[in-house]
């Protein structure tokens, strides 16, 4: 089994900034791409950021030139910063791993809420 864990969510205002991480532990053999979905109150949960292992990245439109992901193979960790955040991004964010041969798992997501 995975275990994932995602830290660093919390209340900041527009314009701030705030980076999350999400470590992966447990039986891990080859984790490929992995990515930070959101989702906000009544809606459907989003792709935020994406990155390859072999460091390849894509994000979604309403974050690119904020939002940076990286990762630390060594450490099986994603990281997400987050910069002039704006209201609208406030959601739960959730990280997502993508394992081989396992398959996907999933943090159990941090709330990110960002004031006006």
């Known amino acids: 089994q995975v275990q994932v864990v995602e830290s660093g969510g919390g209340l900041v205002q527009a314009g701030g900034s705030l980076r999350l991480s999400c470590a992966a532990s447990?039986?891990?053999?080859?984790?490929?791409?992995m990515g930070w979905y959101r989702q906000a109150p009544g809606k459907q949960r989003e792709l935020v950021a994406r990155?390859?292992?072999?460091?390849?990245?894509n994000y979604a439109d309403s974050v690119k030139g904020r939002f940076t992901i990286s990762r630390d193979n060594a450490k099986n960790t994603v990281y997400l910063q987050m910069n002039s955040l704006k209201p609208e991004d406030t959601a739960v964010y959730y990280c997502?791993?993508?394992?081989?041969?396992?398959?996907?798992?999933w943090g159990q997501g941090t709330q990110v809420t960002v004031s006006s």
């Open positions: 447990g039986s891990i053999f080859k984790i490929n791409a």
């Open positions: 997502q791993i993508s394992h081989w041969p396992r398959g996907d798992y």
């Open positions: 990155i390859t292992n072999g460091g390849n990245t």
